[in-house]
């Protein structure tokens, strides 16, 4: 029976020709970065299959984001269908606190043996947010354990993203960030000029060295460094110098600063390298991994970190962080069909064909008018506009040439499933041109 809110809203700003159901979501449904009153308009999908999702009005569109980028296999792929219903048939979920299950140790294993070395200890949790905030904790109750809290700071780079939770904001671009509402409110980190020095030109040494001075001058008080290797999403999709994050190793060892790696958006794959860390020769003392990791079939995140501090903490007593879907054995089994259907495809020679194709198509769009730079790396496509974006004016001429696309700022962005065929790929690439023509 409908609750009384639903009889008496249901209707309120209803779109034409829409099913109920989308009147009563866009009245009460809240999206991420948008008004729930008067709301900017939603595209209702019915079903997705492959690379493309089917829309409610029967227009079939090609998605370029792999769902804010972790559909790396496309949608509705038969191994991991085949993975959700095997574990369903068991258990879809149990509490990780007291017990344990296999899902999550084969996974634990899969993860232990594919990322940078010595990160041998594997926290599990729910989103790629929560894995950042797990990150901070182990790195602050690591040296409260070994008789050094006064190491309770983090620097950063400028330009990074790692999520919406308050211990993830407060390393967030605190100026060009989406999180300036919040700045009181946030404890007050450290951060660095953003790199200069571009991923595909030669090395500035010069580029370090204002990091090296922060560091330096305040190492006695930092308890790590956290960034994004190579690779800034969300906080402007910016691709710096491998050479750079082999410095900020060097230099967290040489000041005794613990490494955090933030590779939700990069791992398995994106960047052309399995992990973004590898372009580098690196690892990390902490490494976060989320999005691709169950091939955006359920929301999963892991936290990875070395013996020294899983010792350091466990030697003073537990660590004290346990979310509620803490290893979910669904999303441990999916995960671990993901790992295994990537590890067991061509994936490298797909990405690097998707980044062919990608400078190809979209490099000589920098002699547009409306364009101030053209960005690939891996399946990452920028462009990067000198105005910012109309995202509903853009966004209808992308779907009027069968393309999803979701562009923020100043950047129209692709970061596709690694199956796209070089057909749908053009397909992507020339709405992308069209759409240019609209900003």
């Not at 595209?43 to 227009?59: C, F, I, P, T, Y």
């Not at 980190?189 to 030109?201: G, I, M, N, Q, S």
């Not at 969300?234 to 600063?257: E, I, K, S």
């Not at 346990?322 to 669904?330: E, H, R, S, V, W």
Request: with cysteine.
């Amino acid at each position: 029976m409908p609750t009384r809110v639903s009889r008496r809203r249901v209707g309120h700003n209803r779109p034409m020709n829409h099913a109920p159901w989308q009147a009563f979501e866009r009245a009460h449904v809240w999206h991420p970065y948008a008004r729930v009153m008067n709301p900017p308009p939603v595209h209702a999908v019915e079903s997705a299959q492959g690379v493309r999702l089917k829309l409610a009005d029967g227009r079939e569109v090609i998605d370029g984001m792999a769902s804010w980028w972790c559909a790396i296999h496309g949608y509705n792929h038969p191994t991991l269908n085949a993975a959700i219903h095997s574990q369903t048939e068991r258990m879809a979920h149990v509490m990780f606190g007291g017990l344990t299950h296999e899902p999550a140790a084969a996974l634990a294993e899969k993860l232990i043996a594919i990322t940078p070395d010595g990160l041998d200890y594997v926290f599990l949790a729910d989103s790629g947010s929560v894995a950042v905030e797990v990150a901070i904790k182990m790195a602050m109750q690591y040296w409260q354990a070994v008789g050094q809290p006064g190491k309770s700071r983090l620097l950063t780079i400028r330009g990074g993203y790692h999520g919406d939770t308050f211990g993830a904001m407060s390393v967030c671009d605190p100026v060009n960030g989406m999180h300036h509402l919040f700045a009181d409110l946030l404890p007050k980190h450290l951060f660095a000029p953003r790199p200069t020095c571009r991923v595909d030109e030669p090395w500035n040494s010069d580029d370090i060295a204002d990091f090296r001075h922060l560091l330096e001058r305040h190492a006695d008080e930092l308890a790590a460094v956290i960034l994004e290797p190579i690779v800034q999403g969300a906080g402007g999709m910016w691709f710096y110098h491998p050479d750079y994050l082999g410095q900020v190793r060097a230099l967290c060892d040489a000041h005794n600063v613990l490494l955090i790696a933030d590779e939700i958006a990069t791992g398995f794959g994106r960047s052309g390298t399995l992990f973004a860390c590898e372009r580098a020769a690196i690892a990390p003392d902490i490494l976060c991994l989320g999005k691709a990791l169950t091939g955006g079939y359920m929301t999963l995140a892991a936290t990875l970190t070395t013996e020294r501090i899983a010792a350091g903490i466990s030697a003073a007593g537990a660590f004290m962080h346990g979310p509620t879907f803490m290893a979910n054995p669904l999303a441990c089994a999916v995960a671990g069909a993901s790992i295994d259907l990537l590890l067991d495809s061509p994936w490298q020679a797909r990405v690097n064909a998707i980044e062919t194709q990608l400078k190809d198509g979209l490099t000589p769009l920098r002699s547009h008018p409306a364009v101030a730079d053209v960005r690939v790396l891996g399946a990452i496509g920028v462009i990067e506009t000198r105005a910012p974006i109309e995202v509903s004016k853009v966004q209808d001429v992308l779907l009027e040439n069968g393309v999803w696309l979701r562009p923020f700022g100043k950047l129209l962005y692709t970061m596709p499933p690694y199956v796209m065929t070089r057909d749908d790929l053009t397909q992507l690439i020339v709405a992308m041109q069209r759409a240019l023509d609209a900003c």
